[in-house]
């Protein structure tokens, strides 16, 4: 079997799972702004903002709660 090799120290899964972890909740955050930059632009309203952030942060809500399933189930 070879040896594993590393980058400062850091297995390839673990520099994949540090950068899908935190490189996608930084676009998540990302997207947010987004939403609040669009509802801003658009004078949505309480209403027109609440079903901005219902509507288009629905996907982000479901990826948040697979990776809590994920870990909660230890897959």
């Known amino acids: 079997m070879p040896p594993e090799s590393t980058l400062f120290g850091f297995?390839?899964?673990q520099i994949t799972e540090f950068g899908?972890?935190?490189g996608i909740g930084a676009f998540i955050a990302y997207m947010l702004f987004i939403i609040v930059d669009l509802?801003?632009?658009s004078k949505a309203g309480r209403?027109?903002?609440?079903v901005?952030?219902?509507v288009l942060a629905f996907g982000m809500l479901g990826?948040?709660?697979k990776s809590i399933i994920a870990k909660l189930l230890g897959i």
Request: without cysteine; hydrophobic residues 65%.
């Open 11 to 13: 297995t390839e899964a």
């Open 20 to 22: 899908v972890t935190f």
């Open 39 to 41: 509802a801003r632009q």
């Open 47 to 50: 209403f027109g903002t609440f």
């Open 52 to 54: 901005l952030f219902f």
């Open 63 to 65: 990826f948040i709660a």
